[in-house]
């Protein structure tokens, strides 16, 4: 039961300082950041121990380093699904709540601590301003493009593909699900390094939904179990989708956003409101940084 502490020890802590916001690939992040990556954006948590940001692989006029209150805006808006495509959608807080448990408990103290500040205040934000937003989630956007009785292929085990599983459940859906490790449900179940062995032999009509990056190889082998694929819905990053050269109608993420962009989201006025509470909230951090000379680690004590 023995090993070091490295909350006891300030040289193995990784103290943050600043982040760099930016989509998904668009420039390599300084070696040493704490990444956490979604299918649209990358956020690197710079710390003590991070190279230089000044770098001409850099773009910064589109990626600022940015610190202290504009920092913890950016982020909290981030979390709080207002800088979404789906304004409000709560997708993004759970792939943060995600993030920060793949922490490290010691060394990444710091960021943990500031992680649970940020979920605090997002959970305010939301309850005060953001109630009936995200209405348009990315299950029920998917559930619409699917007929009923349709056979589903689903692929990915994280909280994405979960929404997704959760929206169609209570239709008359067969779901198979598809991933790189085994999960306890109710749904069939198959891992994708089992896919070329033919597990499945389906001729029901079927539905391809995408929700976790996956190789080409592995979705050819999948869709080659199902004779009779009908529709493919891909939610990959643009950076991370591929052709298909099955006989099936392809509905992106960019077309599920248009879809979620073409209706009502709320009213303005409540958006305005969560942003300046936001902005805010952002100050405050900023003048507690004044008496805080350590870092976000010292301010998030």
């Given at each position: 039961m023995g090993g070091a502490r490295y909350d006891h020890d300030p040289v193995r802590l990784r103290l943050i300082h600043q982040l760099i916001h930016q989509s998904a690939s668009a420039a390599p992040v300084p070696s040493g950041a704490i990444l956490w990556r979604t299918c649209l954006r990358e956020v690197a948590f710079l710390t003590e121990g991070t190279d230089s940001p000044d770098s001409e692989d850099r773009d910064d006029a589109n990626a600022p380093v940015l610190t202290d209150a504009e920092a913890y805006t950016l982020l909290l808006e981030i979390v709080c699904g207002l800088r979404s495509p789906l304004v409000g959608e709560t997708e993004v807080q759970a792939q943060f709540k995600a993030f920060?448990?793949?922490?490290?408990?010691?060394?990444?103290?710091?960021?943990?601590?500031?992680?649970?500040?940020?979920?605090?205040?997002?959970?305010?934000?939301?309850?005060?301003?953001?109630?009936?937003?995200?209405?348009?989630?990315?299950?029920?956007?998917?559930?619409?493009?699917?007929?009923?009785?349709?056979?589903?292929?689903?692929?990915?085990?994280?909280?994405?593909?979960?929404?997704?599983?959760?929206?169609?459940?209570?239709?008359?859906?067969?779901?198979?699900?598809?991933g790189r490790r085994p999960?306890?449900?109710?749904?069939?179940?198959?891992?994708?390094?089992?896919?070329?062995?033919?597990?499945?032999?389906s001729v029901d009509p079927a539905t391809l939904v995408i929700a976790a990056p996956a190789s080409q190889s592995d979705l050819l082998a999948v869709a080659a179990c199902y004779s009779q694929l009908r529709e493919i819905?891909?939610?990959?990053?643009?950076?991370?989708?591929?052709?298909?050269?099955?006989?099936?109608?392809?509905?992106?993420?960019?077309?599920?956003?248009?879809?979620?962009?073409?209706?009502?989201?709320?009213?303005?006025?409540?958006?305005?409101?969560?942003?300046?509470?936001?902005?805010?909230?952002?100050?405050a951090y900023g003048r507690r940084e004044e008496l805080h000379p350590f870092g976000w680690d010292d301010l998030c004590a």
């Open positions: 920060l448990a793949s922490l490290d408990r010691w060394r990444d103290a710091p960021l943990l601590r500031l992680g649970q500040r940020v979920l605090a205040d997002a959970k305010v934000i939301r309850e005060r301003h953001l109630q009936g937003f995200g209405a348009h989630s990315y299950g029920s956007l998917v559930a619409r493009h699917v007929p009923e009785g349709r056979r589903i292929i689903l692929v990915g085990t994280g909280a994405l593909a979960a929404e997704v599983a959760g929206s169609l459940a209570s239709t008359r859906h067969t779901i198979d699900r598809w999960v306890d449900d109710r749904h069939v179940y198959h891992l994708l390094s089992t896919a070329r062995d033919r597990p499945v032999e819905i891909d939610m990959r990053a643009s950076d991370e989708r591929s052709a298909f050269a099955e006989d099936a109608h392809v509905t992106t993420l960019d077309d599920l956003f248009v879809e979620a962009r073409s209706g009502s989201t709320g009213p303005v006025s409540r958006l305005s409101a969560a942003r300046r509470d936001i902005s805010s909230l952002g100050q």
